[in-house]
């Protein structure tokens, strides 16, 4: 039952200090409209058995935290324009199918490492994504207040509009592949490839018009499938997002297309999982290094005791130079368990640690390292790479360090504007979509 995870140990979830607001605000969003339907959580899960089964590639991406401070139609074209680029460079350098999924309408709840943090000599509660409190460092701002809650499903449906409006309304279409070389990239050496490869689609697609094809009928020209995703951390809202599809008569959490569980939460006996197992949406698992191989195929039969390719995804984030020691033995005992997932790899999160000034970073090249090692492991066990799972943002930021226009320790200041993890800027997304899809050759 969608309730049943209130009987297990809930991790990070928000010390709410009104039990009332929280249960009023919950109603509220029970009685709310569902943002996405059971039949397109149905329709990505068979495109990711696609991808389990080898014939398909995963590109997952967006904003760690997706902030209420930035929340315009220009952000969200940008997000989108870029990972379009991606997808193109992946497809056309590959002939291999992607998947696009966005952390993206609904990316907001942060799990986080401690319960408070120390600002100016005074203990305050940690941020946990602005659909639980604000950012700025004042007890009222970090106060969990669930109205957030209602105004983050708002921004959800907006964005969630938009998206659906740019991916279906011509703007996806493939005639446009230059206008998404936004001109800060364009000018970059990674833009100029691009903007080559955009040529080469262009003449191909004179080329088949030449032929007599009728391109205009072909709908995959012209519009794509973009499908959100978020971290199933906060219960309550999960819980009070999911209906019962009046078709097959399953629960599906309407708050998204694909929710995962993340590496904090991911204990078998925990109210995640347990919640996770009852919704029929497809689900990803953060698969972080120390884990055991057993308890590794005792989650996928939680999570996926049907055996469906596509309804399971593990997302392994070790951190370069651990993924041969650390994954190998994951990937084997989840091979020999017969389980069908999608494995992808988040090269973001093992490789976070704290630059000058305490801005948290990661090394580009220790991001492509990571990805390298996962592309190795898997050759190795005779298993399909299935994915990435990248933390990006369409906008000129500096949050990386590294790639090819090098962004120094003390460029970070520039322009830091995420609100949690830092995320590689549209040059260094490319960067990266250029290097997997050479490795993918
Ligand atoms: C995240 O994806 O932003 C995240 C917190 O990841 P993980 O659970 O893998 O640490
Ligand atoms: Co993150």
Redesign the pocket.
Known sequence: MPSSWRERPAAQQPDWPDAGALERALKTLSTLPPLVFAGEARALRQALGRVATGHSFLLQAGD??ESFADFTADSIRDKLKVILQMAVVLTYGTGVPVVKVG?IAGQFA??RSADTEVVGGVTLPSFRGHNVNDDAPTLEGRTPDPGRLIAAYHQSAATLNLLRAFTKGGFADLSQVHTWNQEFVATSSQGRRYEAFAGEIDRALRFMRACGINLGGEQSLHQVDFWTSH?ALLLGYEEAMTRRDSLTGDWYDTSAHLV?I????RQPGGAHVEFCSGIANPVAA?V?PGGRPDDLVSLCDRLDPQRLPGRLTL?S?MGAGNVGKELTPLLRAVRNSGHPVVWAC?P??GNTFNGPGGRKTRRFEAVMAEIGEFFAVCRAEGVWPGGV?V?LTGDNVTECLGGSEDIAADQLELRYTTT??PRLNARQSLDLAFQVAELLR
């Open positions: 760690c935290a952390r942060k799990p971290e995962w993340g590496e904090r939460t953060k972080g997302v984030r988040d973001m999160h799972h933390e949690c993890d």
